[in-house]
């Protein structure tokens, strides 16, 4: 399987893993302020939305606006 993250500029980065797909996403989501949203296939032609990361920090996995919210590592501030 394959990941896709397409950025504010039209621009794209195809990922194999989907943990990196999601780290890179959202370090661009918070550096440009937008939505970005992450991509994936299985046969290189047919590419479906998996989530999405928030220049918030916080990334939404699965589609419908059912899927849930996790927030991906941060250091606390104190």
Same mark, same amino acid.
Do not use: H
């Given at each position: 399987? +394959?990941?896709?993250?397409?950025l504010a500029d039209k621009s794209e980065m195809i990922f194999e893993e $989907?943990?990196? &797909?999601? +780290?890179? &996403?959202?370090?661009?989501? $918070?550096?440009?302020? +937008?939505?970005?949203?992450?991509?994936?296939?299985?046969?290189?032609?047919?590419?479906?939305?998996? !989530?999405? &990361?928030?220049?918030? !920090?916080?990334?939404?996995? !699965?589609?419908?606006?059912?899927?849930?919210?996790?927030?991906?590592?941060?250091?606390?501030? $104190?």
């Amino acid at each position: 399987m +394959k990941y896709k993250v397409v950025l504010a500029d039209k621009s794209e980065m195809i990922f194999e893993e $989907k943990e990196a &797909a999601f +780290k890179y &996403a959202l370090e661009n989501a $918070k550096r440009l302020n +937008k939505v970005t949203p992450i991509l994936y296939t299985n046969d290189n032609f047919n590419w479906e939305e998996l !989530g999405l &990361a928030y220049p918030t !920090g916080m990334t939404q996995e !699965g589609t419908g606006g059912f899927g849930f919210f996790k927030k991906l590592s941060t250091i606390r501030k $104190k």
